[in-house]
């Protein structure tokens, strides 16, 4: 783990509030993004937040602020499966349909941020927690 007294965190991790994956999420972003240092911010369903103009003002004045002050070089968001925000896996008819969901909603979310914060890598990031692993997109 990185100096925390060093105040820079390279990465920013947008994602869904649901209690039942916190420690989860966590346990993932800290693996996927090598134990470096991040900011956590969380929403009712990430993605669906960022593409939200309400929410995703609030969302990106935060973003905003913590690269001025954290030297952020990503911002990864993560949505899960089963999503209440996104009316849960019973919309969907399979798990296929429902990740592939996921992927076009992130895709949005993603290039929203990107034209926002153009110097700022962006990472997509669903977890199925049916098998406990982060996909990327």
Do not use: W
Request: proline share 2%; glycine share 6%.
């Amino acid at each position: 783990m990185e100096n925390i007294m060093s105040h820079i965190a390279p990465n920013i991790v947008v994602a869904c509030v649901d209690f039942r994956f916190q420690n989860e999420f966590l346990a993932h972003c800290n693996k996927q993004l090598g134990n470096k240092t991040f900011d956590y911010l969380t929403y009712p369903g990430a993605s669906k937040a960022i593409l939200d103009r309400k929410s995703r003002d609030a969302i990106f004045s935060a973003i905003s602020t913590l690269v001025k002050i954290h030297q952020t070089e990503m911002v990864v968001i993560l949505d899960h499966i089963d999503c209440g925000a996104y009316g849960g896996s019973v919309r969907f008819s399979n798990i296929k349909d429902e990740i592939n969901f996921h992927k076009e909603k992130l895709t949005e979310a993603g290039e929203l941020l990107t034209k926002e914060f153009p110097e700022i890598k962006v990472g997509l990031l669903i977890y199925n927690y049916r098998q406990n692993k982060l996909l990327t997109v």
